[in-house]
């Protein structure tokens, strides 16, 4: 385990399987560096109730997230076909929607990359984390959770708005509203 996981250093690289709009694919970390801001979500697994409504809220943010250049990445210790599963279930009991979610979950399932970020319990499981890594692949902000706590996405968003704006105006004072 790395000790060298804190804000201000390079985030660990990872490439996994992931899935998006109900494709499998490889993911990279570092093939968003130099394009977009990053907002990596690990979670504990699949179908469980905080993890659903979690990644619900963030696909309503999407867009707004876009508007920040800002890709979401979500990570559990789940494979790539129990992400597929997840993604393919009705999200609510007697509904017709599946999870169309417009970010990738990416699968970790050697939990290499969970223990990488320092997240696996000594139970093998992830706590709930969320960092937010700027465009040179840089960790500017994390918070980790324990397994039952949800996560404010309106905080997510002006922590991400503050982190731009004094990136872009160093000198001076994030103008909080």
């Given at each position: 385990?790395?000790?060298?996981?804190?804000?201000?250093?390079?985030?660990?690289?990872?490439?996994?399987?992931?899935?998006?709009?109900?494709?499998?694919?490889?993911?990279?970390?570092?093939?968003?560096?130099?394009?977009?801001?990053i907002i990596l979500v690990f979670y504990p697994a699949?179908?469980?109730?905080?993890?659903?409504?979690?990644?619900?809220?963030?696909?309503?943010?999407?867009l707004e997230f876009k508007k920040f250049s800002t890709q979401i990445l979500a990570v559990s210790i789940d494979s790539p076909f129990s992400h597929l599963q997840f993604l393919l279930t009705k999200r609510y009991?007697?509904?017709?929607?599946?999870?169309?979610?417009?970010?990738?979950?990416i699968s970790d399932v050697t939990k290499k990359i969970?223990?990488?970020?320092?997240?696996?319990?000594?139970?093998?499981?992830?706590?709930?984390?969320?960092?937010?890594?700027?465009?040179?692949?840089?960790i500017q902000y994390y918070t980790v959770n324990n397994l039952l706590c949800d996560r404010s996405i309106d905080e997510i968003i002006r922590v991400l708005n503050s982190i731009?704006?004094?990136k872009e105006n160093?000198?001076?004072?994030?103008?909080?509203?």
């Open positions: 385990m790395s000790n060298s996981l804190q804000v201000g250093k390079l985030a660990p690289n990872f490439l996994s399987i992931g899935v998006y709009k109900n494709k499998l694919g490889k993911i990279r970390l570092s093939d968003y560096r130099g394009k977009k801001y699949n179908f469980t109730n905080i993890s659903i409504t979690e990644l619900i809220r963030l696909n309503d943010y999407v009991k007697n509904s017709l929607d599946e999870l169309n979610l417009d970010f990738p979950l969970t223990e990488e970020y320092q997240l696996l319990t000594d139970d093998g499981l992830a706590c709930p984390a969320l960092f937010i890594i700027d465009k040179e692949g840089i731009q704006y004094l160093p000198r001076q004072i994030y103008p909080r509203v």
